[in-house]
């Protein structure tokens, strides 16, 4: 079992080796830094947190690692690997393992694999994700739908889930808010994005407020 887990593992980081060579392709390096981590109307951790992200794009084809690392000793963290495919028509299909470090990474059950499907439409947006295993404190067959409005720089959506997204409860609305973005310009050639972000957790009863930054 820990063999097959070591070789699914590298699988999902073929695509980004395979293709590195080729011509055309994007390679992006950055990361954020947010005031909390809040996932799908879920908050992890108690305070600030690095999300670094490295990811390769080539066509519609787009594969990458991101973690989320608390500043504080202690704190929440996560290494997730994902692949997906865009298509013109604005379908989009994907992989993502999530896995947080703390338990051994030779463990099937310290890894979540969740296979994504998205559709984009002019200012509209529709996801639906569905969990395959039963692992990383999932129990397996966990789903979560979103759909999302853009007008200019503000993104408006509404998320449902169940197992990791309502614990212990029914499918049920948990993720209702807004995301708004803007550049501050620092110098004339240098621009900062920031952002924020307003949470309403109704199944938990809780509200958020994040602010962030991307480097």
């Given at each position: 079992?820990?063999?097959?887990l070591v070789?699914?593992?590298?699988?999902?980081?073929?695509?980004?080796?395979?293709?590195?060579?080729?011509?055309?392709g994007?390679?992006?390096?950055?990361?954020?830094?947010?005031?909390?981590?809040?996932?799908?109307?879920?908050?992890?951790?108690?305070?600030?947190?690095?999300?670094?992200?490295?990811e390769?794009?080539?066509?519609?084809?787009?594969?990458?690692?991101?973690?989320?690392?608390?500043?504080?000793?202690?704190?929440?963290s996560?290494?997730?690997?994902?692949?997906?495919?865009?298509?013109k028509?604005?379908?989009?299909?994907?992989?993502?393992?999530?896995?947080?470090?703390?338990?051994?990474?030779?463990?099937?059950?310290?890894?979540?694999?969740?296979?994504?499907?998205?559709?984009?439409?002019?200012?509209f947006?529709?996801s639906?994700?569905?969990?395959?295993?039963?692992?990383?404190?999932?129990?397996?067959?966990?789903i979560?739908?979103?759909?999302?409005?853009?007008?200019?720089?503000?993104?408006?959506?509404?998320?449902?889930?169940?197992?990791?997204?309502?614990?212990?409860?029914?499918f049920?609305?948990?993720?209702?808010g807004?995301?708004?973005?803007?550049?501050?310009?620092?110098?004339?050639?240098?621009?900062?994005?920031?952002?924020?972000?307003?949470?309403?957790?109704?199944?938990?009863?809780?509200?958020?407020?994040?602010f962030?930054i991307?480097?």
């Open positions: 079992m820990k063999k097959n070789i699914l593992s590298l699988l999902a980081l073929l695509p980004v080796i395979s293709i590195a060579g080729e011509k055309g994007t390679l992006n390096v950055g990361a954020d830094v947010v005031s909390s981590y809040i996932w799908r109307g879920v908050k992890f951790g108690n305070g600030a947190a690095f999300q670094p992200v490295l390769y794009s080539l066509g519609g084809f787009t594969a990458g690692a991101w973690g989320s690392y608390g500043f504080a000793d202690g704190e929440f996560e290494a997730d690997l994902y692949a997906s495919y865009g298509f028509s604005g379908l989009s299909l994907g992989l993502t393992k999530y896995y947080f470090p703390g338990t051994s990474f030779f463990e099937a059950n310290a890894h979540a694999w969740e296979l994504n499907g998205g559709f984009e439409k002019g200012v947006s529709f639906a994700n569905y969990i395959l295993n039963e692992g990383a404190e999932s129990a397996g067959g966990d979560y739908l979103e759909a999302g409005i853009t007008t200019g720089p503000v993104n408006w959506f509404i998320g449902a889930g169940d197992g990791w997204h309502n614990p212990g409860g029914k049920n609305v948990c993720n209702i807004l995301t708004g973005t803007r550049e501050i310009r620092l110098t004339d050639s240098f621009v900062l994005p920031v952002f924020s972000t307003i949470v309403l957790n109704p199944r938990m009863e809780q509200f958020h407020i994040v962030g991307t480097l």
